[in-house]
């Protein structure tokens, strides 16, 4: 069974400029998740989507946005890059339970570097 | 809005010690506590995980204590050896209609031969 798969996995980009970075979630799991990773920082909570819906939110300006495809697989973009926006980008996908456990499986990661 | 404290940032241990690492999450409607051990270059991976129906649960060396009253979680990992050296994420998940799940800024766990 397949991971999930975060492509690229590294790039590297210029203040001003944009980015897209894709996501498949394993098989069957329709939530997926996004995090951005900076030292010291932990992993700080993007968005989370389903059925092609953005579910939750967190607190990034609106220079950060996302969708989901019918077959799950989502994609993040990141417009006018900042310098701040070099992170590790990491997606996870989830089962959605009605257990209430939402038990996140993580890609290896984008690696922005913005220069 | 929702916010997990982790404490310490760093700790070092000597193998064959026990390290604790505490979590303390602001929202009361958080009902799921995963805990993530990421090594160097490597993407997080759950280790042990608590729901909020239960208070303790272990899984050989490791351990998972959650006090709902006080908002408080820790996750204890006893005999440490060299391989349990990473960070550690404490995370606290709320099911609003969707998942939202809020780590802590990570923990990270020297352990010395």
Same mark, same amino acid.
């Given at each position: 069974?397949?991971?999930?798969?975060?492509?690229?996995?590294?790039?590297?980009?210029?203040?001003?400029?944009?980015?897209?970075?894709?996501?498949?979630?394993?098989?069957?799991?329709?939530?997926?998740?996004?995090?951005?990773?900076?030292?010291?920082?932990?992993?700080?909570?993007?968005?989370?989507?389903?059925?092609?819906?953005?579910?939750?939110?967190?607190?990034?300006? !609106?220079?950060?946005?996302?969708?989901?495809?019918?077959?799950?697989?989502?994609?993040?973009?990141?417009?006018?890059?900042?310098? !701040?926006?070099?992170?590790?980008?990491?997606?996870?996908?989830?089962?959605?339970?009605?257990? !209430?456990?939402?038990?996140?499986?993580?890609?290896? !990661?984008?690696?922005?570097?913005?220069? | 809005?929702?916010? *997990?404290?982790?404490?310490?940032?760093?700790?070092?241990?000597?193998?064959?010690?026990?390290? *604790? =690492?505490?979590?303390?999450?602001?929202?009361?409607?958080?009902?799921?506590?995963?805990?993530?051990?990421?090594?160097?270059?490597?993407?997080?991976?759950?280790? =042990?995980?608590?729901?909020?129906?239960?208070?303790?649960?272990?899984?050989?060396? =490791?351990? *998972?204590?959650?006090?709902?009253?006080?908002?408080?979680?820790?996750?204890?990992?006893?005999?440490?050896?060299?391989?349990?050296?990473? *960070?550690?994420?404490?995370?606290?998940? =709320?099911?609003?209609?969707?998942?939202?799940?809020?780590?802590?800024?990570?923990?990270?766990?020297?352990?010395?031969?």
């Amino acid at each position: 069974k397949a991971g999930v798969t975060q492509t690229p996995r590294y790039l590297i980009k210029t203040r001003g400029q944009q980015v897209t970075l894709s996501c498949s979630p394993i098989s069957g799991h329709r939530s997926v998740s996004w995090y951005q990773q900076t030292p010291g920082q932990g992993l700080q909570f993007l968005f989370e989507y389903f059925s092609e819906t953005q579910r939750n939110k967190g607190n990034f300006p !609106g220079r950060f946005s996302g969708r989901q495809f019918s077959n799950s697989r989502s994609e993040m973009n990141v417009s006018t890059l900042e310098l !701040g926006d070099s992170a590790l980008y990491l997606c996870a996908s989830s089962l959605d339970q009605n257990s !209430g456990a939402n038990v996140l499986t993580f890609g290896a !990661g984008s690696r922005l570097t913005v220069l | 809005g929702e916010n *997990v404290e982790q404490h310490p940032s760093t700790l070092s241990v000597q193998e064959g010690d026990s390290a *604790v =690492i505490k979590c303390t999450y602001s929202d009361s409607a958080s009902n799921y506590f995963p805990w993530y051990k990421q090594e160097l270059g490597k993407r997080p991976q759950l280790i =042990i995980d608590i729901r909020s129906n239960v208070g303790e649960k272990k899984d050989q060396r =490791i351990a *998972v204590t959650l006090n709902k009253t006080a908002k408080h979680f820790s996750l204890h990992i006893t005999e440490t050896q060299p391989e349990d050296s990473a *960070v550690y994420f404490c995370a606290a998940s =709320i099911r609003n209609g969707g998942f939202k799940t809020i780590f802590g800024a990570g923990t990270r766990l020297f352990v010395k031969a």
